[in-house]
């Protein structure tokens, strides 16, 4: 399994100036070339890292979610990540050895390492490592439920959860879930999306979920809302609810990306 990892830098002023870049009402897709030293942040809390914000809530578009590639490098990390007590989160492992110290057990994330962290969770991060680290990070403001108790932080691996085909599809299409979709505790899924190559959703998704979804390995033509776009290893996109949306694996290996989606929550109307 490959994960792709910016490495930042800057273009020569001998390339053009075209990208694939799209912003519209419905959706938006950050290609892999716009993400360049020029546009890290900083993070409070943490050393020797920058980041890239992907995804932050917009007004009239998506609401629930944030979403950062975090580069740290060796000796740098965090003692304490999460500043807001009411909200949840996801480091997925693209490069390097993370170090996530969780509620005092220390556990080091490698490629394809993943960490669920509940709201108000005692966690850090490091790098001990010599070479650089990166990785995902989506946060989402916890949705408690009366009655239902929240869930517990857990760490496994992309390695460690077999995918699940979809019906009908002999393979060409499955899903890693690394959360049961019917255990109600979670308000989020971030999963892994698995198309072989010539693989396809086959309709126009269209549902009040947001998503976004960070492009890991391969290359698609991917439906959001009336156009089709390219899409490969490094590019995301962001949908907002209802955005009409399906694909077509191009090959000639799997299309892989991390997906997140807001779930398992009635609408609040007051």
């Known amino acids: 399994m490959s994960y792709f990892t910016p490495e930042g830098g800057l273009p020569a002023q001998t390339e053009l100036l075209t990208d694939r870049a799209i912003v519209k009402e419905a959706y938006t897709v950050i290609p892999k ?6 546009v890290t942040s900083n993070l409070p809390g943490f050393t020797k890292t920058r980041s890239w914000i992907i995804a932050r809530p917009i007004a009239g578009f998506a609401t629930t979610f944030s979403q950062l590639i975090v580069e740290i490098a060796p ?12 909200v949840e989160g996801v480091v997925f492992v693209t490069a390097g050895a993370l170090v996530v110290t969780l509620e005092g057990e220390r556990h080091v994330l ?27 990070w989506i946060r989402k403001a916890y949705e408690a439920v009366d009655g239902i108790a929240p869930p517990a932080s857990f760490v496994t691996s992309d390695q460690e959860v077999a995918p699940r085909e979809m019906p009908g599809t002999n393979g060409a299409w499955a899903t890693t879930r690394f959360v049961d979709p019917d255990d109600l505790a979670h308000d989020m899924h971030v999963n892994i999306v698995t198309f072989q190559p010539g693989g396809s959703i086959p ?13 890991l390995e391969g290359k698609a033509v991917y439906r959001l809302n009336d156009d089709w776009v390219e899409v490969e290893a490094g590019d995301f996109m962001w949908l907002r609810a209802f955005c009409p949306q399906a694909c077509y694996a191009g090959g000639p290996g799997p299309f892989r990306y991390l997906l997140y989606k807001d779930v398992n929550r009635q609408i609040r109307l007051t």
Not at 33 to 38: A, E, K, M, N, Q
């Open 110 to 136: 490698e490629p394809g390492g993943y960490a669920y962290l509940a709201a108000g969770a005692s966690w850090s991060l490091a790098n001990e490592g010599a070479a650089i680290t990166s990785f995902q």
């Open 33 to 38: 070339g716009v993400l360049r030293d020029i």
């Open 203 to 215: 309709f126009a998704e269209t549902h009040v979920m947001e998503h976004g979804l960070f492009v």
């Open 75 to 86: 000796g740098g990390g965090a003692e304490r990540p999460e500043a807001e007590a009411g």
